[in-house]
């Protein structure tokens, strides 16, 4: 398949019992798009089947003109996985989303040409606190943790940021290969130093 115009990476550490339903919603998705597409499920350490439930799935998946699917293994750790996804990814643009789903994967049109016009941004990320922002289903006391946790790294850090932890953000191709090779963070806590570089490098982030 020639260069994809789309690649998501999926971090996954034990989700073996989510997958499926994930995987199944986003083959959905893609398969309708215009565009040729790439999903690298990037495995970091789990102790469950979340190996063969990735295989299976593409093995169901071969075949399919503009959709692939990829297992990929990582060091531990939601940053290791999500920086080995970026470099290996051969999309345009390359998406992170967690495995959980817990935004809808329609909502990547938002990020994409021609919502989100070619040109105007190196980095877009998906924004829970924007204006026109709807929360769904979290409960209050992890609004209240990730409020005070970005209102810190928005003083110390990113100033201008409102929401660096939701999980869905996208990459220019070129933006993904001038960050993610000075990602040092493997855990959680990498977004914000994903952030850090891409001010850092002088790149144009967009909240969505």
């Avoid at 994967?105 to 040109?119: H, N, Y």
């Avoid at 990113?158 to 999980?167: A, L």
Wanted: with cysteine; glycine share 8%.
């Amino acid at each position: 398949m020639q260069r994809p115009s789309l690649t998501i990476v999926i971090p996954a550490y034990n989700e073996a019992r989510r997958l499926p339903a994930t995987l199944e919603k986003i083959s959905h998705f893609l398969r309708a798009q215009s565009y040729s597409s790439e999903v690298l499920v990037v495995e970091n350490g789990s102790t469950d089947a979340t190996s063969d439930v990735v295989r299976a799935f593409s093995e169901s998946v071969t075949g399919t003109d503009n959709f692939t699917v990829e297992l990929l293994h990582s060091d531990q750790g939601k940053g290791a996985a999500v920086k080995t996804g970026m470099l290996v990814g051969r999309g345009e643009h390359l998406f992170i989303c967690d495995a959980d789903l817990s935004m809808p994967i329609k909502e990547v049109s938002k990020f994409l040409p021609p919502r989100l016009p070619a040109g105007s941004f190196d980095v877009a990320i998906a924004s829970r606190e924007i204006e026109g922002a709807v929360r769904y289903n979290e409960p209050g006391y992890r609004h209240l943790m990730g409020r005070v946790f970005n209102f810190i790294v928005r003083t110390l850090i990113i100033p201008g940021i409102e929401d660096t932890q939701c999980g869905f953000k996208i990459f220019t191709r070129s933006a993904a290969h001038d960050i993610f090779p000075y990602l040092t963070i493997s855990g959680w806590g990498f977004d914000p130093e994903v952030l850090y570089i891409a001010n850092a490098r002088q790149l144009r982030v967009v909240e969505v």
